[in-house]
């Protein structure tokens, strides 16, 4: 079993950053692909991120391209998302996810998930 805490959200004005944390325990979360998901209020869990085992790959999706950035320090046992350039349209609710599934876009397609945490952008 692997636990997921993630850390990190907040209030911020557009224009901000703030940094996300994943936390696993349990087991090494190098051993996992890791890929992060947010909702928004009233719309439906989208993907935002995906890190493969080394953190070598990474995938975006086009909304937050350029503007966010995720990590990972296998020693830490942890994987980040850097999100600069924030804008309203991000607000919502950020979850991370570790799992071995070829499927990265799809929340429900991975193993363990963690509780979320909120971001809320005001303009």
């Known amino acids: 079993q692997v636990q997921l805490e993630e850390s990190g959200g907040g209030q911020v004005q557009a224009g901000g950053s703030l940094r996300l944390s994943c936390a696993a325990s349990?087991?090494?979360?190098?051993?996992?692909?890791t890929g992060w998901f947010r909702q928004a209020p009233g719309k439906e869990r989208e993907f935002v991120a995906y890190?493969?085992?080394?953190?070598?790959?990474?995938t975006y999706a086009d909304s937050v391209k350029g503007r966010f950035t995720t990590s990972r320090d296998n020693a830490q046992n942890t994987v980040y998302l850097q999100m600069n350039s924030l804008n309203p349209d991000d607000t919502g609710v950020y979850y991370c996810?570790?799992?071995?599934?070829?499927?990265?876009?799809?929340?429900?397609?991975?193993?363990?998930r963690g509780q979320g945490t909120q971001v809320t952008v005001s303009s």
């Open positions: 349990g087991r090494t979360v190098s051993n996992y692909y």
């Open positions: 890190i493969n085992y080394s953190g070598r790959l990474t």
């Open positions: 996810a570790a799992g071995r599934t070829a499927q990265y876009r799809e929340y429900g397609r991975y193993s363990y």
